[in-house]
């Protein structure tokens, strides 16, 4: 394998990698706050479709990513009322609005377009345009380093650089601020939390409320950026990946970095047996594209360090019990 | 008055004549669904066309999973529907297993298999993908310039590796030199539709130098063609006609007249024969797509060239291995 190959494969990580480090991220806002969220899957797909339909009616990518984000926020809202208010089973909860949106994005985009559930083709300012880093040609002479810069990290859609920057993001907000203090101990202790004076409740509807943003760019990123337009289902399971990234991270912003960066390898691995094949390597690429959800099991089973959820993860609060 | 008394007159013959008709036939389209621009869209426009011509109405239902396929046989054949059209090898089995409760209702698989000697309500519909992937591998080896071209199939199955195989041995055929990259989406039906993963084995095998990329796969070729258009590379549609997704940047599409055989078996109606068909070139079941969104990018040697290979394999004197006749491929390893 040579290193312009290399750079290939790296640039397809990093665009396969986004949208699992944005649903990772909302994931682990969410469970840390000692809300289980499968959803994930569904408030993408719904982002997506949402993406997809409002930025070909007005053109714009941005009023796209707006309406994206209100789709998402719907879906976390509807699951804060369900788990938080009512205190019904969030494992359900997320499990039925996965249902949902397969559903319902399908018959939206079918009644707003007429062609299957799917969205008229994006053109021009209704795509997210890929931006050239500063300096990227220049330093292109660069021995090594420059050809990376040119290639694997310069000319993505900017959420790609939101999605990283959201990693140090959500570790300052998580561990430097009083917010994320108290909302890692709503996550462990709500009573705790209760008993300082501070509302369980409002603290789990801002975690899942950030969720929904964070899926909501991913559904953005994926109907805009990735793609020209929504498809039925296209998230094709990335939702449950990032679930499984999240937990190799062990919950933990910088190794969900990692995991997810890991994952989006493996998918672009996938698309290249002839790689594996040069090197001596046969593996089949349904082996490969299997590995996130073995790793996971692995770390799950305890053989690599020990995954601990956040203790109060999947309990509804109630005060007085 | 008088238009209200037209409006009555024309509901009523309406009326009378739908009642007169006989029962009415009826598609279900693959997990694909209705609308993916290719394989189930192909069905579609070949009952509307039947519909438009004959003023019939037809019924229809869409899968959503795998599930539902024998629910969705039933059905149809309880409500009276007759002939049931279905399309895409999933449903052979489905039918053989519902075909004998129902002995008067004709069944058409598309794409499958259901063997007529058990089943004689059965019509089986198969096409020969090979010959029609040939012709497009010739194309796509002469447009290219790099000298490597790609396939990208949806699902991996054995039917989807006799278009790579077909396709495999055009190109080797127009250019004994040229690299033929090929990569599967998937092993579940998911692969059909994920055209995320479509568009990122695009760019792939772009990477590996194909700048010719035929796409095989339902709705996830959509984002083959959609990358390759992007990436400046041409690609080569499938089963309608997409040429003009993308104007000036699919090369061809090969053409799968889904809609010939949908058209035909509902016009036959319950009368319809259930002796197995295969659509080939020699029956235009097959071919590749010409229109004025390509015609600037096939010169016409190269159209010179390809259809003298139509005419030696219509005449028997060329034969392009079925990858589904023996599971193996001279050019190409899957």
């Known amino acids: ?321 | 008055m008088t238009l209200t008394q037209t409006l009555l007159g024309a509901a009523a013959t309406l009326a009378l004549t739908s009642a007169m008709v006989s029962a009415e036939p009826a598609v279900i389209y693959d997990l694909g669904g209705k609308f993916d621009k290719s394989f189930n869209e192909a069905a579609y426009n070949g009952a509307k066309k039947w519909a438009e011509e004959t003023g019939g109405t037809f019924k229809e239902l869409e899968m959503q999973s795998e599930a539902q396929r024998e629910q969705a046989l039933r059905q149809l054949a309880e409500s009276g529907a007759n002939p049931v059209v279905t399309t895409g090898f999933g449903m052979s089995d489905p039918i053989a297993a519902v075909a004998p409760d129902y002995p008067d209702t004709k069944f058409v698989t598309i794409d499958g298999w259901v063997d007529p000697a058990t089943n004689p309500n059965v019509l089986s519909i198969g096409f020969a993908e090979h010959e029609g992937s040939y012709l497009v591998g010739m194309l796509a080896a002469m447009a290219s310039k790099t000298g490597t071209v790609g396939f990208i199939g949806g699902m991996d199955i054995p039917l989807i590796r006799k278009f790579g195989c077909g396709y495999a041995q055009g190109v080797m055929a127009a250019k004994p030199d040229a690299k033929v990259v090929l990569n599967m989406t998937g092993t579940t039906p998911a692969a059909w539709n994920d055209p995320v993963k479509g568009a990122e084995l695009t760019k792939a095998q772009k990477g590996q130098g194909a700048d010719v990329i035929f796409a095989a796969a339902g709705g996830t070729g959509i984002g083959v063609l959609q990358a390759a258009a992007d990436e400046g590379i041409l690609s080569i549609g499938v089963d309608s006609n997409q040429n003009h997704l993308h104007p000036g940047k699919v090369l061809t599409s090969m053409l799968k007249r889904v809609d010939v055989a949908v058209y035909n078996s509902f016009k036959a109606g319950e009368a319809l024969e259930t002796a197995p068909q295969a659509l080939d070139l020699k029956s235009e079941g097959v071919g590749y797509a010409m229109d004025d969104n390509n015609a600037a990018l096939i010169t016409p040697e190269m159209k010179a060239a390809v259809d003298a290979a139509a005419e030696k394999i219509k005449s028997g004197e060329l034969v392009v291995h079925d990858y589904m006749s023996d599971n193996t491929c001279p050019a190409a390893t899957f």
């Not at chain 1, 190959?5 to 986004?18: G, K, N, S």
């Not at chain 1, 939206?108 to 969205?119: C, E, I, K, N, W």
């Not at chain 1, 140090?168 to 909302?183: I, Y």
Request: proline share 5%.
């Open chain 1, 1 to 321: 394998m040579d290193y312009a190959t290399l750079l290939q494969m790296l640039d397809t990580t990093l665009r396969l990698a986004t949208p699992l480090l944005f649903a990772c991220l909302a994931g682990l806002y969410s469970e840390r706050a000692g809300v289980f969220d499968i959803g994930l899957e569904g408030k993408m797909l719904m982002a997506a479709m949402c993406a997809g339909s409002v930025a070909y009616l007005t053109g714009s990518v941005w009023l796209g990513m707006l309406a994206a984000i209100g789709g998402s926020l719907i879906f976390a809202l509807a699951h804060g009322l369900a788990s938080i208010t009512f205190r019904g089973n969030q494992l359900i909860s997320g499990v039925a609005l996965n249902f949902v949106a397969s559903g319902i994005t399908v018959l939206v985009a079918l009644a707003l377009f007429d062609q299957g559930g799917r969205t008229p083709p994006l053109e021009g300012g209704a795509r997210m345009a890929e931006i050239t880093l500063p300096l990227a040609e220049t330093l292109r002479g660069v021995p090594v380093l420059g050809p990376f810069y040119a290639d694997v990290v310069s000319g993505h859609p900017i959420l790609v650089y939101v999605g990283l920057l959201m990693v140090p993001a959500t570790w300052w907000l998580l561990f430097r601020t009083r917010f994320g203090l108290r909302l890692r101990a709503v996550g462990e202790n709500p009573a705790s939390v209760d008993t300082a004076g501070v509302s369980v409740k409002r603290l789990r509807f801002a975690a899942v409320l950030i969720a929904g943003v964070l899926c909501g760019l991913a559904g953005a990123y994926m109907a805009t950026g990735l793609q020209a337009g929504f498809g039925r289902e296209m998230t094709a399971g990335r939702g449950y990946i990032a679930l499984a990234a999240l937990i190799f991270a062990k919950w933990r912003p910088w190794h969900a970095l990692w995991a997810c960066l890991l994952f989006g390898f493996f998918q672009s691995l996938a698309l290249r047996p002839d790689v594996l094949a040069n090197i001596g390597l046969k593996i089949p690429v349904p082996a490969l594209d299997a590995l996130p959800y073995v790793l996971t099991v692995i770390v799950l089973a305890g053989l690599v360090g020990k995954a601990i959820p956040p203790r109060a993860g999947g309990e509804p609060y109630v005060k007085e019990r």
